[in-house]
């Protein structure tokens, strides 16, 4: 039995089937890895940081000039959208070396995958615009803080005091689907 539904698989399909577009979301639709670092000692510190504009943020972290002078204000988790055709845990591994400076083999656990749908605040014209991301975890001594030229300070943050407006982009709503901070109040 044909169906008129368009599912959600993003391919070239083959002629005459129906079961894929090759069309993405009207708002855009952004592919990302976080790698969440928490303190060995207490998981509810965990690695955020303030980045350095001036750091190559195009290229590790898909951020240009304008958006990492922003986004740099705030903490963020070390994030980056996927390169095309790189898998989730690949990002990860690159974010660990290019960002943090560690090894690209250390531990992480299988990721906690965050979605949502929203309007970004800078383009508030395109709606729908959808964000999955894949968090990877894994446990950082106060020993392995690591210092790299990506940003201007890495530090373990308590989530159990950290206030949402101190916090950059979304990352406080990953910090939230990771159970680390409060669910927001609804808009």
């Not at 240009?64 to 989730?88: C, N, T, V, Y």
């Not at 950082?140 to 210092?147: A, G, V």
Request: with cysteine; net charge negative; charged share 25%.
């Amino acid at each position: 039995m044909a169906t008129d539904r368009a599912f959600c698989r993003f391919t070239h399909p083959p002629a005459g089937t129906s079961l894929s577009i090759g069309e993405v979301p009207s708002g855009g639709m952004c592919l990302s890895s976080f790698v969440l670092l928490r303190d060995r000692s207490d998981a509810h510190r965990v690695l955020l940081g303030h980045l350095d504009p001036r750091a190559p943020w195009d290229r590790i972290g898909a951020l240009d000039a304008q958006r990492a002078e922003i986004h740099s204000k705030g903490w963020m988790i070390p994030s980056s959208h996927l390169i095309f055709g790189e898998a989730p845990e690949a990002a990860a591994r690159r974010i660990l070396v290019e960002q943090l400076g560690l090894s690209g083999d250390r531990p992480l656990e299988a990721p906690l995958i965050y979605s949502e749908v929203a309007t970004p605040r800078r383009f508030p014209d395109l709606s729908n615009h959808w964000d999955i991301g894949f968090l990877y975890s894994g446990p950082l001594s106060d020993s392995e803080l690591p210092r790299t030229p990506a940003w201007k300070d890495l530090a373990f943050v308590d989530t159990r005091i950290l206030k949402r407006e101190e916090i950059a982009r979304s990352h406080g709503d990953v910090l939230e689907a990771a159970g680390l901070l409060p669910r927001s109040p609804p808009a």
